[in-house]
């Protein structure tokens, strides 16, 4: 018995400094958003230093600020938009020096359910934190795949990192359903454009809009409007829906899914 109990402990001692020494080394390429909005409040938010001369995070962190401050430790620098996706919900700033250590990417297209994954950003906006779960849904989109998982984070940890097993970046850490405990990353693979953007210092013209995840039901993509319709509990709608996302794209097998769990469940009254 006293030798099971001693091997217990080495394993949760084996376990936790394994987790420490893993939190460490994701956190280099870590830094803290700090944003002066238009009424002089300071809000918070996450980024991740991408290559030397700049930080990813998410549109709706820096929204319409009149600064915005790329930090770590108590150091910082002026961070300036220098590609702005509104859609996708990924902002890229410039910075005059590195803040953090550049990380590696992976495409999403390598990510495969059930992967082990890390989210880390200042939930709540204050210290660092890192959290640790699985690749629970892949949502293809756009020639990439939206990233869900269990690994929670909270606000303040927008534009923050969804690391894959090898510490690669793999997704932005970008918005949640609290009702369902779901989390969605947007994939690195959408960063390209605006790195090209940023790269011959052109600009693409960009409508007013909101997010995709942040739009009017209409203008979402079939899969959140199904995800929201079932946190609801609205059966009609979701059984709406999903037949819809069936005819728009009759051989999306997560369409198909969606449809038959809808038909299961009990039409609205």
Known sequence: MRTFALL?????????????????QLSMHMVKILVAG???RINTGTGV????????TNCHVVGSAKE???ARGSGGTAGRAESVDVRHDLCLLGVTQPMAVPVDTASSRAVKIGDEVQAMGFSGGKALSMSSGKVTALHDMD???VIETDAQFQQGASGGALFDAD?????VLTFFIPGMKRHFAVPVDWIARGVAEAASGEQAAQAPAQPFWAAADADKPFFLRAIQHENDHDWGLLQAVTQAWIEAEPGNSAAIEAAVRASRLPAAR
């Open 8 to 24: 217990l402990m080495l394993s949760l001692t084996t376990a936790v400094e394994a987790s420490a020494e893993r939190y460490i």
């Open 38 to 40: 238009p009424d002089g």
């Open 49 to 56: 230093q991408l290559d030397a001369g700049h930080v990813i």
């Open 68 to 70: 915005v401050i790329v």
């Open 143 to 145: 020639g990439a795949s």
């Open 167 to 171: 510490g690669h970046l793999i997704g």
